[in-house]
């Protein structure tokens, strides 16, 4: 149930690109994505909902491909603040939103 | 609003004893849930309310955990007896809807 997330970690120097991707084997109703940073509360992102459509923000994007059951969050010319752990939520129904394992990104002067 | 509001931020218990979480949600929001994070098993969803009524316990690990939602603004997590395997960071997060998830603080949980 829970989705799969890729890759585990990231080192990225300032200003780098990076992606991280997230797949479910269930039929997904909405995809969140969520950072973390140590020793706090993970704190919302982005939500992308059933209709393959693209998010972003500033230099943090995301894609929803519904019928691969995909979805990308896409971060450009990274900065230090971008450090953190990212999570992938899905949600087949509505708010049943369970997490994927994680994806540890660093950005290093 | 003052957010998504855990207590104790902090908990220390001997195995066996009982131990017991409290959360407000933020006003308003209609769905409520209770996360427990830990090296291993990353974020884990344990149950969430819909309107004050369980909709999905099947991530409660055991019978010794239970939860509740009396009311629209107060919900609690309960274990009884408590293991060490129990220790963990245990987070109550809030939405209206399958809208955006606010976190609170969380709980850090150790039983020794």
């Known amino acids: 149930q829970q989705p799969v997330q890729s890759p585990q970690a990231v080192i990225l120097r300032e200003g780098e690109d990076a992606v991280i991707n997230c797949s479910s084997s269930?039929?997904?109703?909405?995809v969140h994505w969520y950072r973390q940073k140590h020793g706090e509360a993970p704190v919302f992102l982005m939500i992308?909902?059933?209709?393959?459509e693209q998010k972003g923000h500033d230099k943090i994007s995301a894609s929803f491909n519904e019928k691969k059951q995909q979805s990308s969050l896409y971060l450009t010319a990274s900065q230090l603040s971008y450090s953190g752990t990212y999570f992938c939520?899905?949600?087949?129904?509505?708010?049943?939103?369970?997490f994927g394992a994680g994806t540890r990104l660093t950005v290093k002067p | 609003d003052a957010g998504v509001i855990q207590s104790p931020r902090h908990e220390v218990t001997e195995m066996g004893q009982e131990v017991t979480l409290r959360c407000k949600p933020i006003?308003?929001?209609?769905?409520l849930f209770w996360y427990r994070q830990t090296m291993m098993r990353g974020l884990e969803l344990l149950i969430y309310?819909?309107?004050?009524?369980?909709?999905?316990d099947s991530g409660m690990p055991e019978d010794r955990f239970s939860a509740k939602m009396p009311n629209a603004s107060f919900s609690t997590l309960k274990i009884q007896p408590s293991e060490p395997r129990d220790s963990a960071v245990y987070f109550c997060?809030?939405?209206?809807?399958?809208?955006?998830?606010?976190f609170g603080q969380g709980t850090r949980l150790t039983v020794v």
């Open positions: 006003s308003g929001h209609n769905s």
């Open positions: 939520g899905t949600a087949a129904f509505g708010n049943d939103m369970r």
């Open positions: 997060a809030s939405s209206l809807g399958a809208g955006e998830t606010f």
């Open positions: 992308l909902l059933k209709g393959g």
């Open positions: 269930k039929a997904l109703y909405s």
């Open positions: 309310f819909n309107n004050n009524v369980p909709i999905d």
